[in-house]
């Protein structure tokens, strides 16, 4: 069935530090991509998405590009803050377009 | 816009007890989500609903676990009897129509805890 594959965690970064998360799926057909954020005692937020390959998603300074050829939609960033100290997950769309497949979730943890 | 709004947002009881969580989601919104959320396993799918009837629910773990969706704007999930290994996050999460080009809107969740 489908899924999704996310780096272990925690990563943990000095302010204005470069980020990456990876994020890497196997699924049926051509799903949407997702990235959600989940900030301590709160659910989960949609952060970007890209529907088709080789589009970016970006949001807040964060962005992500739909990789057909390698199956990947990894997360990044050029300058974190602490603010950014968050769960990232990322998500795919079933072929049915109704539900989400989440991936475990990658603690991130920015130090000033 | 008020968001998906869950109580309580915490429970405690003892084992063998009855536990009803609550989801109102957004207003106009056609799909409900069921999601539980433990450091073992994860996010996981519990069941979800469209224009109130159940979809697919093959994530509920047990005949204990319970969902129902009576009208529009509310819906419960329910263990009885509950167990320990019960305990984790629930999170409803409600969207406009089924992805891609919907987001979920998830509550804060409900913190459940099974002595």
């Known amino acids: 069935g489908d899924s999704v594959t996310q780096m272990e965690g925690p990563v943990t970064l000095s302010e204005e530090a470069f980020l990456t998360i990876n994020c890497t799926y196997t699924?049926?057909?051509?799903?949407?991509l997702f990235w959600y954020v989940q900030y301590p005692g709160e659910g989960l937020q949609l952060l970007l998405k890209?529907?088709?390959?080789?589009d970016k998603g970006s949001n807040k300074g964060f962005e992500a590009t739909y990789r057909k050829e390698t199956t990947s939609f990894h997360l990044e960033k050029g300058s974190v803050q602490v603010s950014d100290s968050a769960v990232y997950f990322c998500?795919?769309?079933?072929?049915?377009?109704?539900?989400?497949?989440f991936g475990t979730g990658t603690r991130l943890l920015v130090s000033p | 816009d008020a968001g998906v709004i869950q109580s309580p947002r915490h429970e405690v009881t003892e084992m063998g007890q009855e536990v009803t969580l609550r989801c109102k989601p957004i207003?106009?919104?056609?799909?409900l989500f069921w999601y539980r959320q433990t450091m073992m396993r994860g996010l996981e799918l519990l069941i979800y609903?469209?224009?109130?009837?159940?979809?697919?629910d093959s994530g509920m773990p047990e005949d204990r676990f319970s969902a129902k969706m009576p009208n529009a704007s509310f819906s419960t999930l329910k263990i009885q009897p509950s167990e320990p290994r019960d305990s984790a996050v629930y999170f409803c999460?409600?969207?406009?129509?089924?992805?891609?080009?919907?987001?979920?809107?998830f509550g804060d969740g409900t913190r459940l805890s099974i002595l």
């Open positions: 999460a409600s969207s406009l129509k089924g992805a891609p080009n919907q987001p979920q809107h």
């Open positions: 890209a529907t088709k390959a080789d």
């Open positions: 998500a795919l769309s079933d072929l049915s377009f109704q539900k989400l497949v």
């Open positions: 609903f469209n224009n109130n009837v159940p979809i697919d």
């Open positions: 699924a049926t057909g051509y799903p949407s």
């Open positions: 207003s106009g919104h056609d799909y």
